[in-house]
């Protein structure tokens, strides 16, 4: 009996090793039948900061990647393959976070899990890498240091820390459609040169650090407002007609005004041609802006 509950033990060392300890314990059979919120006993930790708005986003680096953590590994009976360098990935999908039931546990990258640092699990992303994670339905990203394996949940594609969560307003939903933008070394100093976003009034979106595959930041300035409230109602007037564009539309403060921005686009011109056809379509005058 005592051999077998060695051999138990040391098979589950094993698929920790190489699936990270909290998000496969996760990851339980009947946690798919749990609508929103959180599973089972996890959730926000009993004494949060005072102010997880203030957290600082992850500041990008190019860092080694791990020896063992970005091999092929299998969970829940699907094979996956991890990403061995770091390169433009992007992805839209279903977000979902992990809380107090795995704080201080070990992660894929090895390190103990933090629940209020910013950090996420991917399945395939390399570790350590960063991503510019955006929730589509309120145009607030972060940026997220990847160090842990997850999630495996069918149509999941991140798990993220609860003050990521926090940070992009679904925690109590508990998961929400978001975009994933790996942030490539040739990136990095985009984002260093940005810094953090500027304060924002509560429930309103922070101006993201803007994430490009090929180049610093374009996007179209949809219009520019003096008063962040009639920024906010103009965006959420034309969220519907635009969704054909399939980006994040979002509201940041800048010379003392509120600009409407949607984007980012890979050059200049896709982006003209989005404002052609927004011209053609609306009759919305939109302009090519670099951040």
Not at 60 to 82: C, F, I, K, W
Request: net charge positive.
């Amino acid at each position: 009996m005592r051999s077998e509950v060695r051999s138990a033990a040391a098979l589950a060392c094993v698929v920790a090793l190489l699936a990270g300890c909290g998000t496969l314990a996760k990851r339980a059979p009947d946690a798919e039948s749990r609508p929103g919120g959180y599973y089972k006993d996890d959730g926000p930790g009993a004494h949060p900061p005072a102010d997880l708005d203030a957290i600082a986003d992850a500041e990008p680096r190019v860092e080694a990647l791990h020896r063992y953590a970005n091999s092929p590994y299998t969970a829940l009976g699907r094979q996956y393959v991890p990403l061995t360098e770091l390169r433009a990935y992007r992805e839209r999908g279903l977000a979902s976070w992990y809380g107090r039931r795995y704080h201080g546990q070990r992660t894929s990258g090895g390190e103990p899990y933090d629940m209020y640092a910013m950090t996420a699990a991917h399945p395939v992303l390399p570790i350590p890498s960063y991503a510019r994670v955006t929730n589509l339905a309120n145009g607030r990203s972060v940026v997220v240091r990847i160090n842990d394996r997850g999630p495996f949940l069918s149509g999941r594609i991140i798990d993220l820390s609860y003050a990521a969560a926090w940070k992009l307003g679904y925690v109590a939903s508990g998961s929400a459609q978001v975009e994933v933008a790996a942030i490539t070394p040739g990136e990095i100093p985009l984002v260093d040169a940005r810094g953090s976003p500027p304060e924002s009034a509560p429930g309103a979106a922070s101006s993201p650090i803007s994430v490009a595959v090929e180049s610093g930041g374009i996007y179209l300035q949809l219009g520019a407002f003096t008063g962040r409230d009639n920024a906010e109602n103009f965006r959420a007037r034309i969220r519907g007609p635009l969704a054909w564009l399939g980006r994040p539309i979002e509201v940041l403060q800048e010379d003392r005004l509120y600009r409407v921005h949607v984007g980012p686009y890979r050059s200049r011109a896709e982006a003209a041609g989005d404002a052609e056809r927004l011209r053609e379509a609306l009759d919305l005058a939109a302009v090519v802006v670099v951040r």
